[in-house]
């Protein structure tokens, strides 16, 4: 009847498994030459491991998946990509939908019993899949078709970045530390990010903070940064949990949990930091 929404049922046939804990480690819509390997996980004692055959000589396929952290919409978002400017979402490939079903198209790299390992992508871990599809170019490629704002912002970012990273020598420690101790490196899309526009945005999480300094949220990372003309200095890195939440034994699901308390040890919150 005209009015009436129906209720539909959807259920998961499995789950992503992957490194990435949060949104800033998932990169946007990651491109083929990326190295990476993520898993699809289905679930067992549903004959799905049939369903899989014929997979064998298929490079990419289709999830069809469901943004499980996101709890609302917006009919308005701020792309985390170019200018400061809020687009309809239905314009847009952000999370915040109506229904929050994601689409992406990832390399099949192997089957092996009903598991998918799959290369680069946006989802992260424990994201529910509904559904799994053959990528197939003569159908699903439309390399002609234009994509409006979204075609001026790539031609936009495809220009020389305009701004000039370094890291201070607090910075560089930390970050050398971070690498070598917890193999935990989020200093290139850091880098990705400042050097394009490390002006206060929402999406990417950077905020002014007190003085001449400003910091971007880096997963369960911060850095601590200003920016002089077209040079941006990195002053420090910083957890971003504070002692108060790392410390309680109801809070083991923090990513990177032990990382930050071994981190907050070695430099402890509120400390001064160098800027040479």
Known sequence: MAGLHPSLTLRPIGHLRTRQQVKFQAGHQPGAAAEDSNEVELLADCGYEQALQDLAGIDRIWLLSWFHRNENWRPLVLPPRGPSRRRGVFATRSPHRPNALGLTSVALLGVDGRRLRVGPCDLLDGTPIFD???????????????????????????????????????????????????????????IELLSRDPAPHRSRRIRRRSGDEFEIGCGAWRAVFVVEGAAVCVRALEAAYPMKFLGRADYDNVPDRDAQLAFLARWPAGEPTATA
């Open 132 to 190: 799994v599809k053959p990528y197939i170019a003569a159908y699903d490629a439309f390399p002609d078709a234009r994509a409006g704002w979204i075609d001026t912002m790539e031609a936009e970012l495809r220009e020389p970045a305009r701004f000039a990273v370094s890291f201070a020598t607090t910075a560089l420690a930390q970050g050398q530390w971070l690498r070598e101790t917890w193999q935990i490196d989020f200093t290139p899309r850091l």
